[in-house]
């Protein structure tokens, strides 16, 4: 496995493998990579030639006072993650290589990246918009695989796809849990042993949720309501957003039917979790 750190060694890269008629995989990723991530890299395995993974912890997607220093990072054992599953490269650039000092064009999106997580993080959506579209200008993938755990970057992705035309089909790949059911994430390494505790109060409410549409619940604010009054009796919890969205438009639903996302941010302690269902056909 390659190990590459200018975005000119990855295009000459992929242009050797598409000369000789090899298709391309892309999973983008921050790195401190865990089990959701390796299902991403398999499943693009599985499907692709090469499969290139990005480690990239991008600045333009956090916020000024969100976790960018504190993010942990150990990039070694990320290559070591990568090659075990059979990726061909890791692109690894500096913050320097992917923006210049006088950076200034922007991807963003409307609608979709307005509510949910697009609320309390206003800049995020045009940070992970701009980063990935730089990813597929630089790798040139013929599929790319996001984690439905983000479902939200999801769907703007796919929205964003289809809009600008990329030549990309967009692989959703489910979410990856512990055994105890709380969904895997870099940020989990925030957590205290009691915090850890606590944090299972998420994915105890999209059980509950997924439940209750499961038994034939259709009313938001019923399974809503539900869905807060189970967070609320955690004392560590404290609720961002609990939403009931249409899985496309990502814009509030008074019914939930397919295609539906229901999903949550919960801060426990200062860390802030998110976890979702989604409602399909
Ligand atoms: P990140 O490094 O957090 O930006 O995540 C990179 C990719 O991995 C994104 O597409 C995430 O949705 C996906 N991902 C992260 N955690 C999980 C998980 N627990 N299950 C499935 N996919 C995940």
Redesign the pocket.
Known sequence: MEKVYTIKEVREQVKAWKKEGLSVGL?????YL?E??A??IQKAVEQNDKVVVSVFLNPTQFGPTEDLEAYPRDFEADCKLCESIGAALVFHPEPSEMYASDFCTWVDMDVLSKTLCGKSRPIHFRGVCTVVSKLFNIVTPDRA??????AQ??AIIRRMVRDLNMDIEIVG?????EEDGL????RNTYLNEEERKAALILSKSVALGKKMVADGETSATVVKEAMIKKIESEPMAKIDYVEAVDGLSMQPVEEIKAPALVAMAVYIGKTRLIDNFIVEE
């Open positions: 999973v983008p990723t921050m790195g865990h959701g991530h299902s991403l695989y996001f984690g439905q755990k983000d970057q999801l790949c489910p979410i990856v849990r969904a895997k994430s870099s």
